[in-house]
């Protein structure tokens, strides 16, 4: 049990400070913005909630949305059931459980930019691996730059090899940490596989796989730098997700009101998310 | 060799491929990368690299990805090794609201905060600092070191810190001889993801530079676009990046596991 | 200095009401300690909180959805965010 103390307030003081400055100032000035027009020069004009209603009411805002929940769902369904599947047929112990490991991880520590630029040449038609094979080993007409259906189909691969690693070493650690006598006694109760899997390694697997669902839900949600380098938003406006129409908007614009209305109601839908897991992973702490 | 190892190697072929072709391109010459598919380079060349350990723009590059990568691990680990205690240990007013509140900045999409901080860091005269790209990226590192180290923290049984204070310990002297050595694993996975978000990370670190604090992801981007189409040299350098966190995960790996799961398995 | 966040008397009066909500909640809190643990229509354990923030959330949802349905004015909305911050102090 945690004993309560007042004083803890000093040792967190610092963090608090430090993330204050970084997202507290920062939040201010994007509601300021918000609810105002500016034409540079740091004149601003009243707006009132006219940003928000324009943006609730475009076509292209619903698109992008569209698109990013379209996306976020496409990768959990397949990046979770994968990694469960991996993971389970990873070795527990032996010499070759690290070297899986870090062969694993190592998509993951690959600047965000280098992903996209590395699947884009993989993918080049005629001069890339991938490009290659599809094109003139099997005959079919692939190229992501032309044909917005194999843009998608290239994003999502890349973002399963980006990341299903993730998901696999989070399953994998609630695995490890089952005990061998578990496993005996269902061998003994001659369980089937499916059985030991459904009441011994998934309800162990439950607090980690919560973990795995809401990292993958935010950055999957928040992708930016791999799908800008490697389509730019293309071909068209058929890749465009919400952070890559926001940062178009605020940086390349510089349309400042629309960009922090859109921000806002980014951030709201992050907020909303986040509560739902964090609550979903602590409700059994009480306990 | 059974049947089910079959699903981990077939993964890690696929993931390896990518990898391959990027390090296959990047000893090919542009000339070879542009008139046709070959699996192996067929002219080997070491050109793409001396291209980049030569150039100071290129390998500065480096250097100021790795400057402030290095101070955002530093900054991260110790303003969060006493808040992560904190949240192990007791309960104040307020902490779980505050340790949600840490979270949703973890969660929080870095396209949002691109140009107020551009703004804020300009306004307090930080532009284009590596302390600047170092602070920016606290934002999400402090609170998923906080969030690892709490996890490894409330593993380790209390009765350590109570039977350090009833040895006649005090509080730095126990928590700097006793307590940090205990979750040294922690510390260092804690520090391999600060690492890691901070080296990936392009967007904040490409809008809070210009000149002197330049990023390799940005010289990359640049050179990449206005130079035509230098595949080789883009490969080159992406082939260096990898290289890092390679390193770093050397150190971590029989932690990596568990790290992942934040400490909470 | 602060110029460039472009402070107008509308968000700062925002501002200063959500802090002042945090405060007046802390300030509670301070006073009579540990008073506000309960199990609400949802099942989730709540403080009081857990209960500002799911009413300033759900009240930010409605506005947005009111502006994207019927558009302003934003009177309607203003209500149904009083009557639903009630609900999450009284019932949640």
């Known amino acids: ?104 991880a190592l998509p993951m520590l690959i600047p965000w930019n280098v992903v996209g630029a590395m699947w884009n040449i993989f993918t080049l038609p005629d001069i890339g691996l991938l490009g290659y094979l599809m094109n003139t080993t099997l005959g079919i007409d692939y190229d992501m730059t032309q044909d917005p259906f194999a843009a998608w189909v290239t994003i999502v691969t890349m973002d399963v090899w980006h990341w299903t690693s993730l998901v696999v070493l989070l399953c994998y650690a609630g695995l490890v940490s089952i005990p061998d006598a578990y496993y005996q006694a269902a061998k003994i109760d001659g369980a089937s596989s499916w059985s030991v899997f459904r009441y011994i390694q998934l309800p162990k697997m439950k607090q980690v796989l919560t973990i795995a669902i809401l990292l993958r839900f935010m950055d999957s949600f928040n992708i930016y730098t791999e799908v800008f380098v490697m389509t730019g938003g293309g071909p068209g406006n058929s890749t465009t997700f919400l952070s890559i129409d926001l940062v178009k908007i605020a940086l390349g614009q510089f349309d400042l009101g629309p960009a922090a209305a859109m921000s806002l109601i980014y951030f709201a839908i992050t907020l909303l998310v986040s509560w739902l897991f964090y609550t979903l992973m602590t409700k059994d702490d009480g306990k | 060799m059974r049947k089910r190892s079959l699903i981990p190697i077939l993964y890690i072929l696929f993931l390896m491929l990518p990898i391959y072709w990027l390090i296959a391109m990047s000893f090919k010459t542009t000339n070879e990368i542009l008139s046709g598919f070959s699996l192996f380079p067929q002219t080997f060349t070491w050109d793409n690299y001396i291209t980049i350990f030569t150039d100071p723009s290129w390998y500065w590059a480096y250097v100021n990805s790795i400057i402030y990568v290095s101070l955002n691990t530093v900054i991260s680990i110790c303003v969060a090794l006493p808040a992560a205690y904190a949240f192990s240990r007791y309960r104040f007013l307020g902490d ?35 302390i600047a790209v170092a602070l920016a990226h606290c934002l999400f590192n402090i609170p998923l070191a906080v969030w690892i180290l709490e996890g ?110 934040l400490g909470r398995v | 200095m602060l110029s460039w966040m472009a402070w107008t008397w509308q968000t700062a009066a925002f501002f200063i009401a959500l802090f002042a909500a945090i405060g007046v909640i802390t300030f509670i809190e301070i006073r009579w300690p540990g008073t506000s643990e309960r199990k609400g229509v949802l099942r989730l354990t709540t403080t009081r909180g857990d209960r500002l923030f799911l009413g300033l959330l759900g009240s930010a949802y409605i506005s947005l959805a009111w502006l994207g349905i019927f558009g302003t004015p934003l009177w309607v909305p203003l209500g149904l965010a009083i009557a639903w911050l009630i609900f999450c102090f009284w019932k949640v």
């Open chain 1, 1 to 104: 049990m945690k004993t309560q103390n007042q004083k803890a307030w000093f040792f967190v003081l610092p963090v608090l400070l430090l993330v204050a400055f970084n997202a507290l100032i920062p939040m201010m000035t994007v509601v300021n913005y918000s609810v105002q027009e500016t034409f540079g020069n740091n004149v601003f004009f009243w707006h009132g909630v006219g940003w928000f209603e324009d943006l609730l009411n475009s076509e292209r805002f619903h698109a992008a949305l569209g698109r990013q929940i379209l996306f976020t769902t496409i990768i959990l369904l397949i990046e979770i059931p994968l990694g469960i599947v991996i993971a389970l047929a990873m070795p527990r112990k032996g010499i070759w459980v690290p070297v899986c490991l870090v062969l694993m």
């Open chain 2, 96 to 130: 779980k609201t505050l340790f949600f509140w840490l979270l949703t900045n973890r969660m929080a999409p870095a396209a949002v905060f691109v140009l107020p901080f551009f703004q804020l860091y300009s306004a307090v005269g930080l532009f284009d600092t590596h």
């Open chain 2, 152 to 261: 490894f923290m409330s593993g380790v049984p209390k009765e350590l810190d109570e039977t350090a204070y009833i040895d006649g310990y005090s509080f730095p002297r126990f928590f700097i001889t006793i307590f940090l050595p205990a979750i040294k694993a922690g510390v260092g996975v804690a520090a391999f993801f600060c690492f890691m978000f901070s080296w990936v990370e392009l967007l904040l670190a490409k809008n809070l530079t210009a000149v002197y604090a330049k990023p390799i992801a940005a010289e990359m981007t640049k050179t990449a676009s206005s130079a035509g189409y230098e595949l080789g040299l883009l490969a080159a350098a992406g082939t260096l990046t990898i290289i890092p966190g390679a390193i770093v995960i050397y150190f971590v790996r029989n932690y990596i596991a568990k790290g992942f799961a």
